[in-house]
Structures are given as structure tokens and as C-alpha cells.
């Protein structure tokens, strides 16, 4: 049997343990729902005070190429996954060798490069803004192109609005390049936005798909700051989405928890692009979803049924990052925040904060949007959330 691929009748049941590639909040929300669930998880990750690694029943503190820590991991585990897209394919594809890999090499390799991505969802026939891929000076059009404004984003490592620039022309787009090193980059025509939505799914190896409903995403300085599920606008808008992310889904033949992000231009989907597992604007699923995020990512990865997407209550999650932090290690007055009966907070356990950082989230329930997102958006300016 490939190892890639379980039968269907072969189930990985607890207390068997898992691996997870990655010790940041994602994994550690991964292990909180496999220990819940009754299983044991070992997280490979660098950094000893990895918030993953600090809960894990094994943390292996090792970088993710080294070979001895990866088989090390694939001898103890019974399936492994990752948290973060970054992660190198080709360990993936040595783990793989050895045990199941879920998402697969090949997916999280696409994901993890905007060139491949942008091509791939290109090739598939889904809707996405007009590119240009530039791999040397030649490749900037020139500013008769209807490209500009565009931005530039490099083709590799950039996340949360790092390693991207507004260019208007070809000068500015030159320079930016130049600041970026000449790395691969995707330049990208900037549209002007009716508002961004998201869809988080899990799919798994029978190709059985279950989608949590579209949330609706505000950024502040290229971060998440507010997702409201389910989000507002156009019924069909959000069914579309849902549709467009399986079909990227089923195109990428993919098996995993999939985050697809959209832009609603004019009233039409564009995917932006998509992450190769839990997303951050489905973290709402942890406190208004019948099944969450990552139990899904557990089922899909121990080859149990998925759990039910079902969402029972409104929702706005709104992500706390280390800016509202009075310093690196003294935390802001939660008083207010966590006097609300309707709220729910989730700090990662982070040893450190710093501007950017994703500390946390909260999120605030309700029986309707509207009072869901007046007490989140209450909280967020006691917090001084994108304050002075």
C-alpha cells in the first residue's frame, strides 16, 4: 500500500501518536484537539519555546531539513501533517516514504510558492486578478501595461503582508524588485475590493469534502485583524465560494484542512490565494462550529469520518497582536474583554511580543451577526486595537 494513501477501512485510533511539523499556534491548537480526542502527538519545531512543542508529548527540537529528526519522527509516528506551508516539500516527501503525509508534498509545494500557485489555479480554470511572473528586470512591464497599480510579492516566504510593495509603475516596481534582490516575484494588478471572504475545508482521502461556512476578512497592515462568519454580503457570493474552494480542492486532489482566500471585485470571486492548512480566519470555528478546524485536520489525518462543519452560533473573531502588548512580557488588562459573558479568548503562549506578532484571538459569540460584531468591535476599541 502507498503510503501516501490508507485504505478506507484502515483508521489510526487513539492513543496512537501523530506528528506535526511546526510548533506554532496552529499546531498547538492541532495538539489541543488531538489530546482531547485521546491521542499523543510529537511536534518537530526549532525553537524550544514553541508553543506547540510546550504541550506536545514529544517535541523534538530540530530544524526542519534535518534528516535524522525527520526519521526519528516518521519511526514514532503514526501520520504526520504540518501547521504552515513553509515547511520544505522534500521532507514531506521523506516522510512520505515512511508513513502518511497529509497534505501531500506536492500540495503544500504549490502553496508555498506564488508563481506555482498562481499557475496552478491559472491552469485549473479558476478566476484569479491579472498576473505577470518577474524573474529578471525584462519581465517589469512597462507603464503602458493596464497591470499598474499592481503589487509586487515575492514568490516565497511572504505571509501576513511581508515581502510585498505597492507599485504604480514601472520605476516603482523596479525598485521594489531591487529591494526584494532580484527574487521571483509575482506581480499582481491591485482591483479595487467590494470586501475579501474566506473558506476553510477538509476533504479527505475518499475525496469527501466538508466546508465550514465563508467568512468575511478585514486586514490592518496586511495582518487579519476581524473575520465575521457567516460573513455578510450576498448569499451567493459565499455558496460561490464554497464552490470555487472545492474545486481548488479536488483540482490539487488534495487531503488535508484548506484555506482558500477571495476577492469580491464588482461583485465577482477572484481567488487570492490558499494555505495547505488550518487558516487563521477559521480559528471562529473553535467556539461556533459543531466541529472545529482542527479536529478536522486529526479526522482527516487519522483517517476518521469528518466531523459536521455545522455552525450554531454567530460569530467575529478578532485576532490580538503584540502592538496592544505594554511590553514584551506584560500582558494588556484583559479585565474588560473577559467580562464579556459572549466572549471567548485564546492566547497562544507566546514568550515574547513584538509588533506583528500574533499573539491571540478572541471570539464573541451571538444569536445574531449584528450583536456578535457590535461586542467584538466594542472589545477591540477597549483594546485600543489599530489605536495611535
Given at each position: 500500500m502507498n503510503a501516501q494513501t490508507l485504505a478506507p477501512d484502515h483508521v489510526i485510533l487513539p492513543p496512537a501518536m501523530l506528528g506535526m511539523l511546526g510548533g506554532g499556534q496552529l499546531g498547538r491548537f492541532f495538539v489541543i484537539a488531538a489530546h482531547e480526542m485521546g491521542y499523543k502527538v510529537t511536534v518537530l519545531d526549532p525553537d524550544s519555546n514553541s508553543p506547540a512543542g510546550k504541550i506536545a508529548d514529544v517535541h523534538i527540537c530540530a530544524a526542519f531539513d534535518d534528516a535524522s529528526a525527520l526519521l526519528k519522527m516518521a519511526n514514532s509516528c503514526a501520520a504526520i501533517t504540518t501547521e504552515f506551508e513553509n515547511v520544505p516539500a522534500d521532507s514531506l516527501s521523506l516522510l512520505a516514504e515512511i508513513k502518511p503525509v497529509r497534505p501531500s508534498a506536492y500540495s503544500v509545494a504549490i502553496a508555498q510558492h506564488r508563481v506555482s500557485e498562481k499557475n496552478f489555479l491559472k491552469h485549473a480554470g479558476l478566476p484569479v486578478a491579472p498576473f505577470a511572473v518577474i524573474n529578471e528586470v525584462a519581465d517589469l512591464p512597462d507603464d503602458s501595461s493596464e497591470i499598474y497599480p499592481a503589487i509586487l510579492k515575492v514568490a516565497r516566504f511572504g505571509y501576513d503582508g511581508k515581502g510585498q510593495a505597492r507599485v504604480s509603475n514601472q520605476q516603482e516596481a523596479l525598485a521594489a524588485f531591487t529591494a526584494f534582490e532580484h527574487?521571483?516575484?509575482?506581480?499582481?494588478?491591485?482591483?479595487?475590493?467590494?470586501?475579501?471572504?474566506?473558506?476553510?475545508?477538509?476533504?479527505?482521502?475518499?475525496?469527501?469534502?466538508?466546508?465550514?461556512?465563508?467568512?468575511?476578512?478585514?486586514?490592518?497592515?496586511?495582518?487579519?485583524?476581524?473575520?465575521?462568519?457567516?460573513?455578510?454580503?450576498?448569499?451567493?457570493?459565499?455558496?460561490?465560494?464554497?464552490?470555487?474552494?472545492?474545486?481548488?480542492?479536488?483540482?490539487?486532489?488534495?487531503?488535508?484542512?484548506?484555506?482558500?482566500e477571495f476577492f469580491v471585485c464588482d461583485g465577482t470571486l477572484l481567488v487570492n490565494e490558499m494555505a495547505p492548512r488550518p487558516h487563521n480566519s477559521g480559528h471562529y470555528t473553535l467556539d461556533a462550529c459543531v466541529t472545529n478546524q482542527f479536529e478536522q485536520q486529526v479526522r482527516v489525518l487519522t483517517g476518521?469520518?469528518?466531523?459536521?462543519?455545522?455552525?450554531?452560533?454567530?460569530?467575529?473573531?478578532?485576532?490580538?497582536?503584540?502592538?496592544?502588548?505594554?511590553?514584551?512580557?506584560?500582558?494588556?488588562?484583559?479585565?474588560?474583554?473577559?467580562?464579556?459573558?459572549?466572549?471567548?479568548?485564546?492566547?497562544?503562549?507566546?514568550?515574547?511580543?513584538?509588533p506583528g506578532r500574533k499573539m491571540g484571538h478572541y471570539t464573541v459569540l451571538g444569536a445574531s451577526r449584528d450583536e456578535a460584531i457590535k461586542q467584538a468591535m466594542q472589545v477591540r476599541a477597549d483594546l485600543n486595537i489599530g489605536g495611535e
Open positions: 527574487e521571483e516575484c509575482v506581480l499582481e494588478k491591485m482591483l479595487k475590493l467590494d470586501y475579501e471572504v474566506s473558506v476553510v475545508l477538509a476533504r479527505d482521502a475518499q475525496g469527501n469534502v466538508a466546508t465550514f461556512p465563508t467568512a468575511e476578512n478585514s486586514h490592518l497592515n496586511g495582518i487579519l485583524d476581524v473575520s465575521i462568519a457567516p460573513a455578510r454580503g450576498r448569499d451567493a457570493i459565499s455558496h460561490q465560494a464554497q464552490k470555487l474552494a472545492i474545486m481548488v480542492a479536488e483540482k490539487l486532489a488534495y487531503t488535508g484542512v484548506l484555506g482558500v476518521l469520518p469528518l466531523g459536521s462543519a455545522k455552525q450554531h452560533s454567530s460569530a467575529v473573531m478578532v485576532n490580538l497582536l503584540g502592538d496592544i502588548w505594554p511590553a514584551q512580557d506584560v500582558a494588556p488588562d484583559w479585565q474588560l474583554a473577559l467580562a464579556n459573558p459572549q466572549l471567548k479568548m485564546h492566547l497562544y503562549g507566546k514568550q515574547a511580543a513584538r
